[in-house]
């Protein structure tokens, strides 16, 4: 293993314990495109588990696929006011369809003569190509619900990138769902954002706030946005999915009416969902401590390795014989191993990668083990090594990958407890803030100008009213006005 | 059913009834950006079955997946000489990064002020981009080889269009595979080529010819194509997929090299493979019928859809009853089952809508079934009907869906033979090809020049030379010189 094991850890620069972990397990690298990135097969494996989860959830809660273009004519972002206003303006723009080769022999140039009558954007988000789609599919109220997936890449030019957590293109779902009534197209929002949070707390293990934000957070065009917010090691919120009840707004300025049972014309109700590449973001800031990536066993790639330690051929064999019958009893139960007998790596150097990507469980098995049947069993998440009888190997990896799920759930929720305050004043609110971050549940007036002049002052926004939240009153921290209930401030990713 | 069910027969139109197979049996339609379509839940439902079967058979070979950026810096094409010279300049060029709104207020325009420094290309295949990455992870023989599939959307510029057969953006997946010696990269190419072969003719029941392209149909940037080429009933032929040897030219352009067991450094020997939405209008065009689209069960995302036939909620609910146990059953089979009890829609046009669909079997059950426990079994391949007992329903449905499977393939490989014909001159050659086109066995020089003045003057091309193919001494049909080997001609998709 030539790779270079010295990393950062997260007291020293969380930042950089956070690139290096994404760099050095192989997860994903930046590309030679700007703020574009590389995922990494290692990495590109964890998202193919959470596709696979998520896609199953969609699908058992009534959900089909579809694939929608990648380009969006730049006209259709004029159609929805509120969209276009509010939606960010850094898009990649299609405006050519031809290169040639150079007169002077220097490569190849964009052909001049080959520009678009239109323009055509990259999709930041689909709502304007997939709601004029909408109109040839919706006629009557038994055309309806529309309930669409699409799994795709879209494109946002972000200025600032961060592997994962903010990248210029980057890989989602958008769920885009059409109804005869408000009230229907509300429930699907809110059943996604359960859905969301299923996976994300049971998949991740990584507890969730549910809530609705704030107009000023919003997304462009949505008469109200729920989400799902997480908290990270270093104390900063990072926003893990939406759903949105986007009212009659697209298929107004798409021209998307359907005839009710009694004969009248109305505009569809819509909602739109999606969770990205982020949540990559989210799972190793999470779990990750100070000696690499820890990953939840639902998502592992490699949920057990073993590794033999030997001193010849002979005992190489003998081990190997006695693996492959716990290997295949493990497999058999639906559980990943990988034996890494490979003989030009040193176990110590198998053992410190393996750390360091994460595998749940480690088993050695080395020639003492194989005279008294047992084999070192070590975990990640606790970093704890037993010995255990080979013969109840099995079934004591069954148990533990259990146990090692709810174990990182039942720490992230005693860290986001510890995290998560309550003040009363702005000078405590701004103390807590620059002390140790985290939610900050504080009495607001309800208004953007102070939302605006706390996120100014002190960079935290609000991240949600939590969904069901108790009404009290008081009075806010900043304008002194009434306030009728608590609402969760963070800074946030 | 709202749907007009006036569509053309093969005879009449048969580029018509392919449009109206794709467009009415909801597998795709054209979108409101040129050349780009929307594959529908239902089209999007077959593509997923077949992603799935590729994607397990790909792992199964050792292949991990990974994804590389959707854009390729302009630079990077005049990299591989041959790739840049070769390969169509027809591309979609992102030269902008952002929009602002009109300052005369009428909607949003390209901000002048946001030109990129260097253009991007979206891809249109992604090898310049992928061994540009590929020089970071590949240092030594340690490090090879390197197998990775990519899941994706590219895009060429099209100018004429049609739905899954030619498309501005389309759905593929692209395998880049990287090798220590020129034998294992010759031999992925083939092991993948095989790996095609046994897709298309297992899952899509569609036989293929095995074989390699001549240098004029190579691609660009290749050693060697490899291809499997499949019959429609036009007569006219179809590339389902290629893999191609290439050689070290693309670790050349990007200066990937490794350093051997011996220390000398050496660059890298490459493959790639790919095949895309393409096998929609394959598997279309294969099996599909007057009545229809005709699906293999293997693909088929309804394989068995029950109708109940009913006089009043009383016999329904007998009906519902009876079916549920069935369906069950069936499913407990993994057969995908679809009870379609709407009570709006008379029997007669769901029969119509899922034989327009392609469900393999349809069972209709009516009150005097439910009076001799038997159902009525249809097949969609043949359009015969049968009385079946009720407990005798799911061994014979599970026994049906082999055989249909099966007798969809020896269909095609009829048709196949009955259109595949030996020509030892030019004038027998021609005629044919417009009598009834087909795959044309010839003699042929072994010169660009006569490949080319072929094509010019009848519109055929080489589709292949076959593997393993009998070498015979014999004239040329066009230009008289010696020959040693006939190769396969036809008109193409």
Request: a neutral charge; one cysteine or more.
């Amino acid at each position: 293993m030539s790779k270079d094991f010295v990393f950062s850890t997260r007291e020293k620069d969380y930042s950089k314990w956070y690139n290096d972990i994404v760099e050095k397990a192989d997860l994903a690298e930046h590309s030679a495109v700007r703020g574009c990135m590389v995922i990494k097969p290692y990495g590109y494996s964890i998202w193919e588990k959470m596709q696979a989860a998520l896609d199953k959830m969609f699908k058992d809660t009534g959900h089909v696929n579809a694939y929608f273009p990648l380009f969006i004519p730049k006209s259709f972002f004029s159609k929805e006011a509120s969209h276009v206003e509010g939606f960010a303006k850094e898009c990649a723009i299609v405006t050519h369809y031809r290169l040639k080769n150079d007169e002077g022999g220097k490569g190849i140039v964009v052909d001049p003569d080959a520009a678009l009558e239109e323009e055509l954007i990259i999709r930041p988000t689909s709502e304007t190509i997939i709601w004029n789609t909408y109109r040839g599919w919706i006629q009557s109220y038994r055309d309806l619900p529309v309930l669409v997936n699409q799994w795709a890449n879209v494109v946002r030019w972000e200025m600032r990138t961060r592997l994962f957590l903010r990248t210029a293109e980057f890989l989602w779902q958008e769920g885009h769902t059409a109804h005869a009534t408000a009230e229907e197209a509300v429930s699907e929002a809110e059943k996604m954002l359960d859905v969301y949070a299923d996976f994300v707390e049971n998949w991740m293990a990584v507890p969730v706030l549910k809530g609705v934000k704030t107009p000023n957070e919003r997304f462009a065009g949505a008469i109200d946005t729920y989400c799902i917010e997480a908290l990270m090691q270093d104390g900063k919120a990072l926003q893990a999915g939406t759903s949105h009840f986007l009212g009659q707004n697209f298929a107004k300025a798409f021209d998307v009416k359907f005839a009710a049972k009694d004969g009248k014309l109305d505009y569809v109700w819509a909602s739109s969902w999606g969770v990205s590449t982020r949540l990559m973001g989210a799972l190793i800031m999470a779990h990750s401590d100070d000696a690499g990536l820890v990953l939840p066993p639902k998502l592992a790639p490699i949920q057990v390795v073993i590794v033999p330690i030997y001193k010849n051929e002979e005992q190489l064999k003998q081990i190997s014989e006695m693996v492959a019958g716990i290997k295949k009893s493990l497999e058999a139960k639906g559980i990943t191993v990988k034996y890494d007998d490979r003989d030009n790596i040193r176990p110590g150097f198998k053992f410190a990668d393996y750390e360091f990507k994460g595998v749940p469980l480690r088993i050695a098995i080395g020639g003492r083990d194989m005279e008294n049947g047992t084999a070192e069993l070590a975990r990640r998440d606790t970093m704890t090594k037993e010995t255990v009888k080979q013969t109840d190997l099995v079934e004591k990896i069954e148990k533990l990958l259990i146990e090692i799920q709810s174990n990182l759930y039942t720490r992230a929720i005693n860290r986001r407890k510890a995290a998560t305050h309550t003040a009363d004043t702005y000078d405590d609110f701004k103390k807590m803030l620059d002390d140790k971050g985290g939610f900050i549940y504080a009495h607001w007036d309800g208004t953007s100008e102070t939302e605006q002049k706390i996120k100014e002052e002190t960079k935290a926004t609000i991240r949600c009213i939590p969904l069901n939240n108790k009404k009290e009153t008081a009075k806010c921290i900043y304008s002194g006005k009434t306030s009728t209930q608590r609402v969760v401030f963070a800074r946030a990713y």
